[in-house]
T-cell receptor, first 112, second 109 residues
Framework: DAGVTQSPTHLIKTRGQQVTLRCSPK?????VSWYQQALGQGPQFIFQ???????QRGNFPDRFSGHQFPNYSSELNVNALLLGDSALYLC???????????FGDGTRLSIL | GDSVTQMEGPVTLSEEAFLTINCTYT??????LFWYVQYPGEGLQLLLK?????DKGSNKGFEATYRKETTSFHLEKGSVQVSDSAVYFC????????FGTGTSLTVIP
């Protein structure tokens, strides 16, 4: 039973570019959440998707957007990248929004 | 708003020592509380959870009790092992998941 899978593992971009990160949830899970984890910090909630809609959103600017597909997989898009966007981006899936979340290993995004 | 405050690290212990990592929370409702662990180079894994006051979550020798009166969910283990070296995150569900800043634990032989 595959867990949460994320791609790519690592990514290097320059300021001003756009990036798309991808996530496949654990089998049987229909809710996907995205987090940003800066070095030495805890994960910060970006947003959550359920039934292909954004259900909750954390304190992140509109440059951060997402999408959920009918098969429950999800994408995180970040536009106009800033140096401060360098972080580990984690995807988590669950059956319900307040149930324990299963995390992927993350995508390490570096902005030059 | 909802938040989690975690004990600052890093924490270094000798093998078989007793571990406590403090966690307190602020929440408007009745959140569920969690401890997650992140081993080096890996993603977060759920360690234990408690969904209501006085519940005790336990797993792999770790325990934490949901204390509503002190708004706390401290993580404890009676005898740590080298393999417990990791970063530990306290978390709660309010209108979203909130994580603490993490406590790094190193256990030395």
């Amino acid at each position: 039973d595959a867990g949460v899978t994320q791609s790519p593992t690592h990514l290097i971009k320059t300021r001003g570019q756009q990036v798309t990160l991808r996530c496949s949830p654990k089998s049987g899970h229909d809710t996907v959440s995205w987090y940003q984890q800066a070095l030495g910090q805890g994960p910060q909630f970006i947003f959550q998707y359920y039934e292909e809609e954004e259900r909750q959103r954390g304190n992140f600017p509109d440059r951060f957007s997402g999408h959920q597909f009918p098969n429950y997989s999800s994408e995180l898009n970040v536009n106009a990248l800033l140096l401060g966007d360098s972080a580990l981006y984690l995807c988590a899936s669950s059956v319900l929004s307040d149930q324990p979340q299963h995390f992927g290993d993350g995508t390490r995004l570096s902005i030059l | 708003g909802d938040s989690v405050t975690q004990m600052e690290g890093p924490v270094t212990l000798s093998e078989e020592a007793f571990l406590t990592i403090n966690c307190t929370y602020t929440a408007t409702g009745y959140p569920s509380l969690f401890w997650y662990v992140q081993y080096p180079g890996e993603g977060l894994q759920l360690l234990l959870k408690a969904t209501k006051a006085d519940d005790k979550g336990s797993n792999k020798g770790f325990e934490a009790t949901y204390r509503k009166e002190t708004t706390s969910f401290h993580l404890e283990k009676g005898s740590v092992q080298v393999s417990d070296s990791a970063v530990y995150f306290c978390a709660l569900t309010g209108n979203q998941f909130y994580f603490g800043t993490g406590t790094s634990l190193t256990v030395i032989p």
